[in-house]
């Protein structure tokens, strides 16, 4: 059974930089285009970023681009989530999300078509 889980949220200023991971186990973490979607209590999942199965396309909400860098490493069956110039409006609980594609070329921003889900990590931050 494939799990995911997040780690790295806390809580931080205004400004500072933040390196969330999602750790993936139980199954080949390569054949999975991954993702990252937060959530605030009262609104829908919201997209971030997603990376295809190889790490050679990336694709960001526009809140995300230029301050957020998505990643991941096949051999360590994890990805990551670098978040610099953080900022209130970053606060939220962040999930990592998977499904399963070989396309190099298709993003998808929709979470309803993510198969999987972390439990999510909380980030916190202050002004």
């Known amino acids: 059974q494939v799990q995911l889980k997040e780690s790295g949220g806390g809580l931080v200023q205004a400004g500072d930089s933040l390196r969330l991971s999602c750790a993936v186990s139980?199954?080949?973490?390569?054949?999975?285009?991954m993702g990252w979607f937060r959530q605030t209590p009262g609104k829908e999942r919201e997209f971030v970023a997603t990376?295809?199965?190889?790490?050679?396309?990336?694709s960001y909400a526009d809140p995300a681009r230029g301050r957020f860098t998505i990643s991941r490493d096949n051999d360590k069956n994890t990805l990551y989530l670098q978040m610099d110039r953080l900022g209130p409006q970053d606060t939220a609980v962040y999930y990592c999300?998977?499904?399963?594609?070989?396309?190099?070329?298709?993003?998808?921003?929709?979470?309803?078509?993510?198969?999987?889900w972390g439990q999510g990590t909380q980030v916190t931050v202050s002004s």
């Open positions: 999300a998977a499904r399963q594609s070989y396309s190099s070329t298709y993003y998808d921003t929709h979470a309803g078509d993510y198969e999987l």
């Open positions: 139980g199954g080949a973490f390569s054949m999975y285009a």
């Open positions: 990376i295809v199965w190889n790490g050679n396309g990336k």
